[in-house]
């Protein structure tokens, strides 16, 4: 890539060099000064190579890193990306946004680890760098608010957790409209905060609008709404809504097997719900054929 800018910023001059006649005292200077040019530039050539090698390795490292993360093999991710951030130091500025890209990553591998206390101060880190480059107001300023939401959530903090979800989201609507997938995911995630504190009146306005936002971009049937589905139908059972949360267990169960299959963990994750439903709402005999449905999926992945 060097060469070839070395290239293009050499092609116009010897364009001329060849094309216009002139002295032959003029054109030996021309000559000369061509020279000088094409040593400066394959000087800088040697000089900058090195920089867009460590580039690469850093997007490699992370790339891999964040792979790793999917793939839930969070001890092997940490170790790759715990390397990134070395890179990322040692290749740019501390402001730079490929080091708080790297820290917001390696961040949410130790909260996932269960690292709290190592993961809060690089989202605060990545944070800072993200606010000060890119405003207050940023997309990527959003991300990191949540992934610190998340760990906060996990941790109980939930009076730090909500203020985050709540910017969150403000930014996302602002930068994207408010039926963006990202607001829809951090509504959920509001919800979740709400749920866990036994706020289930707040908590179900917060899940409708997702669902509602959910069915109107993704269709009646896509497997993201069962989810949502999953969600609704749990509070309403803890709110006593039992015909309304059984009809949206059913239909969120409906949605998984059709696009996944019968067997497929995420059926499991409607079936646990559901055989908690059952057996608390007195129905033992449909509990228990839940419960052998479950029992069959877990068995498959174990």
């Excluded at 790297?102 to 990545?126: D, I, V």
């Excluded at 940023?138 to 991300?143: E, L, M």
């Excluded at 097997?257 to 005999?285: I, Q, S």
Aim: include cysteine.
């Amino acid at each position: 890539m060097v060469m070839r800018q070395l290239s293009q910023l050499l092609y116009p001059y010897k364009e001329r060099v060849i094309t216009v006649k002139i002295s032959v005292n003029i054109t030996k200077h021309l000559a000369f000064r061509g020279a000088e040019v094409f040593l400066m530039m394959a000087l800088l050539a040697l000089i900058t190579l090195p920089t867009f090698a460590q580039e690469d390795l850093w997007e490699e490292l992370n790339d891999q890193a964040a792979k790793l993360l999917q793939e839930r093999r969070y001890a092997d991710a940490i170790k790759v990306c715990e390397e990134a951030i070395q890179v990322a130091t040692d290749t740019f500025t501390p402001d730079h946004p490929c080091v708080a890209i790297s820290k917001n990553l390696l961040g949410t591998l130790y909260w996932t680890y269960g690292r709290f206390s190592e993961a809060e101060p690089l989202f605060m880190q990545a944070l800072r760098i993200y606010e000060k480059g890119l405003g207050s107001d940023h997309p990527k300023v959003a991300t990191v608010l949540q992934n610190l939401a998340d760990m906060y959530l996990a941790q109980d903090r939930y009076a730090e957790a909500g203020p985050f979800y709540r910017q969150a989201i403000t930014i996302y609507e602002n930068a994207f409209g408010p039926e963006h997938p990202s607001v829809v995911a951090a509504l959920n995630s509001l919800g979740g905060l709400f749920q866990d504190q036994g706020k289930y009146s707040e908590a179900l306005p917060v899940f409708e609008r997702a669902l509602r936002i959910e069915e109107k971009t993704l269709g009646q049937d896509h497997p993201d709404i069962a989810t949502s589905l999953n969600n609704l139908a749990t509070l309403n059972f803890y709110l006593g809504a039992n015909e309304m949360a059984e009809s949206l267990y059913i239909r969120s169960l409906e949605i998984y097997e059709n696009a996944y299959g019968k067997e497929h963990p995420f059926v499991a994750t409607v079936l646990v719900n559901m055989v908690e439903f059952y057996e608390k709402t007195g129905r033992r005999g449909e509990a228990g054929i839940f419960a052998e449905r479950l029992k069959q999926i877990q068995s498959r992945y174990q």
